[in-house]
C-alpha cells in the first residue's frame, strides 16, 4: 500500500487545517488507518484512528478538536483537525494495516503499523 500525505501548512492558533492522506492498494490494506505525529527529539505518537467498521479513537488531547474520515470512493484518509493550539505543532504522519475492527478498544492507537506515508509538517503559531 502506498500512503501520500498533503494538507500541512503554517496557522495561527485556534484557526482549522485539513490533512489528507491517499491511499492505494488492495482494500484489506487499508482496514485499519491512523494519524500519527512527531516532534523532533520524541517518539510518534497516535492521534486518531479508524477501523472497517467506521470506529474512530483519539488520543485525550485532541478529542472534541480533531475528527479523523476516510473516503472510499476518493482512497483518502482526512483528518479534520480544529481550534489548533501550538502544541499540535509536528510531522504528521499517516499509517495502515489490514487489522480488523481495530479502533476496538482503542487498539488502533496502539498497533503496530505495516505501512507509513513520508509525512507533513503542520506548524501552529500562537
Known amino acids: 500500500v502506498q500512503l501520500v500525505e498533503s494538507g500541512g501548512g503554517s496557522v495561527q492558533a485556534g484557526r482549522p487545517l485539513t490533512l489528507s492522506c491517499a491511499f492505494s492498494?488492495?482494500?484489506?490494506?487499508?482496514?485499519?488507518m491512523a494519524w500519527f505525529r512527531q516532534v523532533p527529539g520524541k517518539g510518534r505518537e497516535a492521534v486518531a484512528g479508524?477501523?472497517?467498521?467506521?470506529?474512530?479513537s483519539y488520543t485525550g488531547s485532541v478529542k472534541g478538536r480533531f475528527i479523523i474520515t476516510k473516503d472510499n470512493t476518493q482512497n483518502t484518509l482526512n483528518l479534520q483537525m480544529n481550534s489548533l493550539k501550538p502544541e499540535d505543532t509536528a510531522m504528521y504522519y499517516c499509517?495502515?494495516?489490514?487489522?480488523?475492527?481495530?479502533?476496538?478498544?482503542?487498539?488502533?492507537?496502539?498497533?503496530?503499523?505495516?505501512?507509513w506515508g513520508a509525512g507533513t509538517q503542520v506548524t501552529v503559531s500562537s
Open positions: 499509517a495502515a494495516d489490514n487489522e480488523l475492527q481495530c479502533c476496538s478498544g482503542d487498539y488502533c492507537l496502539e498497533l503496530e503499523y505495516h505501512s
Open positions: 492498494g488492495k482494500p484489506y490494506e487499508t482496514f485499519c
Open positions: 479508524f477501523d472497517n467498521t467506521g470506529l474512530t
